[in-house]
Structures are given as structure tokens and as C-alpha cells.
């Protein structure tokens, strides 16, 4: 009969023995490839990404780099990279693959697209405004970078339109704060918010909202004169919004009447709100 715990050990032996790589001189962790040809080697990355096997193909770019660096083949290798980490989800992978490659390479023809991808990368991880906003900012920095340093980059019109949406999703989670304060009768918490949106980003579409939660947190505070004050900006500037409607019905008569003289006290501007008095 045979011996089953000899059996037990020949199996266990064989196996320890395929997962050292026994015979073959590499180990399991050993990923490099035979060295071949740079240019089938390219080929071949570049039909997994069109393929749509990122992963694959990050890989043999990869190994386009490491095999053939000081080709002609090596710099290009490295962007598409970082690029099929990116087209995979794996972002983090591609945002220091593409820091990388813009630092050792902070002149190429295509240092503008690494940053412009970069940025991308951080603008896919966006969350709503109910969550931490980290991402958000981190890609509104990386937007900036790109239109700083290359305003005439094909990319940069792209660039300033999410650069904006950033900054609106921004001023969103501060109104969201805001509004939170403002339910809970912490009305100076909530003007501080409310003033953060109208001077951090008064190009968004949110500032009409704050200027009259401006308006309504003065109210309730009694302080007539901030918010008669406040209403004019908003009354100037937006007179056809929903938010304006809002304040004016807030105001009493007397307020109302001082609004519509148009005195020469009341500074139509939103810079106005934040002058010393």
C-alpha cells in the first residue's frame, strides 16, 4: 500500500518547488520578459489598448521602457503607460506615472497632455458635494498647472471649462455647509460661508443663492443696513433671478422704497461687500 503521508510530502515539495520556479532560474515574482525587438514589442502594446487590455498593455509599454530606454520608442512608451492606467480606473498608478514623466521630460511635445491627463485624473475621482473634497481641489490645482504653464495648449480650452466646473462644485459643498448652519440658526457660522462663495468663487452659479442667504441670515440678525446693502449687489447684478424675488419679499417697506431710490451710498459691486465700512 502506499505510504499516503510520503505522498502528503512528494506533493508538498513539488508545489513549493513550482511556485520557486525550480529549474527554470526565476522566481514567480520575476515578471520581465524575453528581451525582443522594440518595435513588435510596441505593436503589441499598442493592440491591447485597443483591444481594451489595459493592464496588458501597461505592461508591455512597460517593458518597452525597460527594455529599449534610450530609444526612440522609451519617452513615447512612458505616456501611453500612464495612459492605459488611466483609460483602467487605476488612477493613482497613472498620476505618478505622469508626475514621472513631466519631470524627467519637462520639454517634450507632449509634457501638456501629461499634465492635462493628470488633471484628469484627479477630475474622474470627484465626488458629490456631500463628501470630502479633496479630489475636487486637487483638480482644479492640476487645470491651473496645465493653463499656467501652457495657455495655448490645444488642451486648455477643455481644461478652463472642468477648471470651472470644479470651482462651481466647490462653491457647491460651501453653500451646502452654509445651509446647514444657516438650519440650525448659527447664523454667523453660516455668513461666513456665504461670503467665502461670493469672494472665492464669484463666477460660479451659486453666488446669486448667496447673496440672498446673505440678506436672510441679516435679517434675522437685525442688521437692517448689511442687508439692504447685500440686496442692492444682488438686485444689480441678478434682477431677472428667483434669489433676488426672494430677498425683496424679505425687505419691508421702508427697505424696499431705499432699494428702488437707488442711492449713491449703495455699491453695486460684489468686491462692495467685503470694504472696510
Not at 480606473?89 to 514621472?100: I, N, S
Not at 479630489?135 to 490645444?154: G, K, V, W
Request: aromatic residues 10%; glycine residues 6%; negative net charge.
Amino acid at each position: 500500500m502506499m505510504n499516503f503521508k510520503r505522498v502528503q510530502k512528494g506533493v508538498l515539495v513539488a508545489a513549493i518547488c513550482l511556485l520557486a520556479g525550480c529549474g527554470t532560474g526565476k522566481s514567480v515574482n520575476e515578471n520581465d520578459m524575453e528581451p525582443r525587438e522594440v518595435e513588435p514589442l510596441y505593436n503589441e502594446a499598442a493592440a491591447a489598448m485597443e483591444a481594451g487590455g489595459y493592464r496588458q498593455a501597461t505592461r508591455l509599454f512597460e517593458e518597452v521602457e525597460r527594455q529599449h530606454p534610450y530609444s526612440q520608442w522609451a519617452v513615447r512608451a512612458e505616456l501611453m503607460a500612464a495612459y492605459a492606467s488611466y483609460k483602467d480606473g487605476r488612477y493613482d498608478e497613472a498620476v505618478l506615472a505622469l508626475e514621472r514623466f513631466v519631470e524627467l521630460h519637462p520639454g517634450n511635445k507632449d509634457t501638456d497632455y501629461a499634465l492635462y491627463l493628470r488633471a484628469l485624473a484627479f477630475y474622474e475621482q470627484i465626488s458629490d458635494v456631500a463628501r470630502d473634497q479633496a479630489m475636487t481641489q486637487e483638480s482644479l490645482d492640476a487645470f491651473n498647472t496645465l493653463i499656467r504653464r501652457f495657455p495655448d495648449s490645444r488642451y486648455s480650452r477643455d481644461a478652463i471649462l472642468k477648471r470651472d466646473l470644479t470651482l462651481d462644485h466647490l462653491a457647491g459643498k460651501e453653500m451646502e455647509i452654509g445651509r446647514y448652519y444657516l438650519n440650525r440658526k448659527q447664523h454667523n457660522a453660516a455668513i461666513n460661508r456665504f461670503r467665502t462663495v461670493i469672494k472665492k468663487y464669484e463666477t460660479t452659479t451659486h453666488v446669486p443663492e448667496a447673496l440672498h442667504r446673505l440678506v436672510e441670515s441679516y435679517m434675522t440678525l437685525g442688521l437692517r443696513g448689511e442687508a439692504i446693502r447685500v440686496a442692492a449687489v444682488l438686485g444689480h447684478n441678478y434682477p431677472g433671478s428667483k434669489w433676488y424675488e426672494r430677498s425683496y419679499q424679505l425687505l419691508d417697506d421702508k427697505m424696499r422704497q431705499q432699494l428702488l431710490e437707488d442711492r449713491d451710498w449703495v455699491d453695486k459691486t460684489v468686491e462692495s461687500l467685503f470694504r472696510p465700512d
